[in-house]
């Protein structure tokens, strides 16, 4: 076993949980005395109203964490000789941290307006593509980006020229957007993405990939960390600044994999909330306000048939662990 990677992954591991657990107890009192409780839109479930005053923005305790946690690896890698096994992870860290912030500005639009929309959509979406160009931009000028595109399963590796840029423009901006609407529920986004991350730590130690290692240590500690005060009944949300974090997180793993597309396979979850939405909005304008689901996102849907919050993530999550071991045959 490689010993730096085991080391890496469980120090790195335990770190950013410990941290994220630390600085969000010190954040909530911080939010709540600010006043920077989530607004609650009026046509959201009627019980949701019950958390509207729960602090937000709460993402910035596992965000810091993993910053502090990935600077601290590079340093003590760099004294090893190692630290070019970390470089490939550093870009993602930055499309991560371009999706964080642009979340606090959303956040903090939605607190002052006091009102569950904060940004506009073409502003949110603007801002993610030139965050996705920038991380692309710095990918291909260090060498860990292809414009051969591999689709998975069948094998088949199609060379799109400049064509790769807008498929990973879309792939990336669609990501970011979809574990942003996964977030909906006490726990959802957080229990989802940290299944992602024990795949990829399965991944990290079979192919002995340091890069890969710490990505699901920050993933995981991160997340189970945040899952102290997250899940049901939560005593913060994430807000914006965490799941659009978390959205960038996930889909540049998929590329340190060189596997873009699998994304889509591993992060079905996701996929399904947004789809939700897009067939929700597209059926009733076609039919004139019908129908498909009760409401969306998805995980609404199973809120008004009657699932508690704690049996949706269970779901999900298990959807999420079936989805992972299929994603494994496509790579």
């Known amino acids: 076993m490689d010993m730096y990677l085991f080391w890496l992954f469980i120090l790195g591991g335990a770190a950013t949980f410990v941290l994220t657990v630390a600085i969000a107890r010190r954040v909530i009192p911080i939010l709540k005395s600010k006043k920077m409780g989530q607004p609650i839109l009026e046509i959201g479930p009627r019980w949701h109203k019950s958390k ?43 499309l991560a941290l371009a999706g964080g912030l642009i979340g606090v500005v959303d956040d903090r639009a939605k607190l002052l307006k006091r ?6 959509a073409y502003q949110k979406f603007l801002l993610q593509l030139i965050a996705a160009a920038l991380y692309l931009i710095v990918m291909r000028l260090c060498g860990w980006l292809e414009t051969t595109l591999i689709i998975p399963y069948i094998g088949v590796e199609l060379e799109l020229g400049a064509g790769y840029y807008v498929v990973a423009l879309l792939l990336i901006t669609g990501m970011i957007n979809s574990v942003n609407l996964t977030d909906g529920i006490d726990g959802l ?21 340091p890069s890969l290692g710490l990505w699901a240590a920050l993933v995981i500690g991160s997340t189970l960390g945040f899952l102290v005060y997250n899940f049901y009944p939560a005593r913060v949300f994430m807000g914006d600044t965490g799941s659009l ?11 340190m994999l060189g596997a873009p597309l699998l994304v889509v396979v591993m992060g079905i979850v996701y996929i399904i909330e947004t789809a939700s939405v897009m067939l929700q ?38 959807v999420t662990v079936l989805a992972c071991a299929l994603a494994y045959f496509g790579i």
């Open 115 to 120: 009102q569950n929309e904060g940004l506009r």
């Open 245 to 255: 974090f978390l959205g960038g997180l996930v889909v540049g793993g998929a590329f």
């Open 189 to 209: 986004a957080s229990s989802v993405t940290m299944v992602i991350g024990v795949f990829f730590a399965v991944l990290a130690f079979m192919w002995s990939e």
């Open 52 to 94: 509207e005053g729960t602090p937000t923005m709460g993402g910035i305790s596992f965000i810091a964490a993993m910053l502090i946690v990935s600077a601290a690896a590079c340093v003590i890698s760099a004294l090893l000789g190692k630290i070019e096994l970390l470089l490939p992870l550093l870009p993602t860290l930055g």
């Open 281 to 318: 909005v597209a059926y009733f304008k076609l039919t004139h306000g019908k129908r498909i689901f009760k409401m969306t996102p998805i995980h609404h849907h199973f809120e008004m048939c009657g699932w508690s919050e704690i049996k949706i993530v269970t779901v999900f999550s298990l």
